[in-house]
């Protein structure tokens, strides 16, 4: 699941990305916390980079002016990898260079932000975004289960019942520790009791239970009713003749509580804490508007050097706005439908969506040893999470990636549900089938990263003709005979080759089209800030797909790069 963010010119404006996070077309405004700042080092500046601060002069002068707290890593107890890639080639990533610092809620975000960039010593600095939790309760009148026989579980366990050995880490609000029907299926670590003591050498203290990352204590107890709720979906105990049946039959949860008194101030810690320990698949039933790079580097770190999948819930706003961490890549993510396959009245929908599972009116235990119904994408997320941690015992070589593929391309299509109408390829490939997916043997390209020139000035206004180099890997069966097509959404904009014969690719095989790229001609004319969207088919015997990127074209802004200076002129007068 590579998410591609829409492509901008600009480099420079900078407080809208700020603000908005990478997607910077995102409609939606993205909180984030005053008073914080995350930024990363160069790692050249490694040997200045304490746990406690930055031993360099203008760093301490940065500090001073917005009278900084607690200058902390953020990961302290992380090194730098031994190793710059993995054996698939991927580049490991680097959480030890990584601080938040804290000062003066009076000074703008913005400004700290500029000065930290300035020192030309840190690869990024953004804010701390909030995050919230994905939930709906409702009140239905029938106590039942249908997302079970709707995504085919009872088949599926009949193929595979999981395996206790493997986990689904739930990075969400605590769980219901002594509730009957969750107590079993918790991953405990046997091999650090409650002593007092680090018995594992970890650097957590009695986390046997899993570790409360918001309040930095080994109780995750349960702080909001609806963390056991995404417990008992991703891990309740199966075939123990109470309550309910856990999607993932005999896989374990661990609770990893990323909340102090309700408010997710933790969020991406709770999944570096999950990937450390332990964990194949990592829930995330939470989210906001802002994301930035260190959230990517989070759930890069998580894919890439810890081999575990990251699953996103997409956001309960009924929008397209670009959601996090559901839309970085290397994230799985999933929306919400109903019993009869119908999206879900508030779940959010567009192109960063990988697949649907049920979301409305679902099942689960709370607090206080009892059971309840609620609605919401933070309750599909887990079911498909659950779903992934069987698949990874069924697929013992698959890479995360391979997973999350297997899991979207054996979906059920949903499109012909007269209430999707309106959303068309934009709930994903499809809704969860677990039989299938235990089952079949698909095929997958996707699009890993694409560039765009006009081999001039890049401005990408009228009368320009575009380059477009896409990037294609195969994750499951060979293909023969794949051909990719590029279409775009608006009229005048000419396509001169959209026509990309690949031919055949094995599996785990990487394809680009540099020699011959796509060619994209933008009409004279044509309106400022336009965004042109455009859509990769891909066909191979049997087997169909589709992506979808944005562009941003004819900007009414220009760029002005001399040297080490840059800025952006607007069409106003703007600087």
Known sequence: ???????????????????????????????YQKGKVIFKMAPEYRTSSRVTGVDLPEFQVIFNQIKAGAVNKKFPKHEMPSVQFDARGNKLIDLSLIYEVSFDPAMPVS???????????????????????????NDPDTASQYYLTLIKAFDAWDVNQGDTNFVVGVTYTGADLDHPDLAAGIKYNYADPINGADDDGDGFIDNFYGWDVGDNDNDPSVDVVHGSFVCGLAGAVTDNGTGIAGTGFKTRFLPIKISSNGILNAAYDGIV????????????????FGGGQFGQDVVDYATINK??????????SNNEAPFFPASYNNVLSVTGTNNTDTKWVNSSYGAFVDMSAPGEGIYST???NNYSFSSGTSFAAPIVAAAAAILRTQFAFYTPMQIAEQLRMTSDDIYTVPGNASYINKLGKGRLNLFRALTE???????????????NDNAFSGDDTLDITVFLRNYLAPLTSLNAVLTCNVPGITILNGNLPVGS?????DYDNSGTPFRVVIPNGIAFNTKVTFTLSYADAGYSDWQIFDLVVNVDYINVLINDVG????????I
């Open 505 to 509: 690719m094995n599996t785990l095989t």
């Open 567 to 574: 800025t952006s002129i607007t069409s106003k007068g703007r």
């Open 1 to 31: 699941m590579r998410k591609l963010s829409s492509f901008r010119v600009s480099l420079c404006l900078l407080f809208s990305i700020l603000v908005t996070g990478l997607h910077a077309s995102s409609p939606i405004p993205a909180p």
């Open 307 to 316: 081999n575990a999948l990251v699953v996103g819930a997409s956001g309960n």
């Open 366 to 368: 709370i607090f206080d």
């Open 111 to 137: 400004k700290v932000i500029q000065s930290l960039l300035a020192t030309g010593k840190v690869i990024y600095a953004e804010p701390v975004y909030t995050m919230e939790l994905l939930y709906n309760p």
């Open 441 to 455: 043997s698909p095929k997958s390209v996707r699009m890993i990263s694409q560039t765009i020139t006009d081999n």
């Open 273 to 288: 804490y999950a990937a450390d320990h332990g964990c194949q698949i990592i829930n995330c039933s939470w989210g906001g």
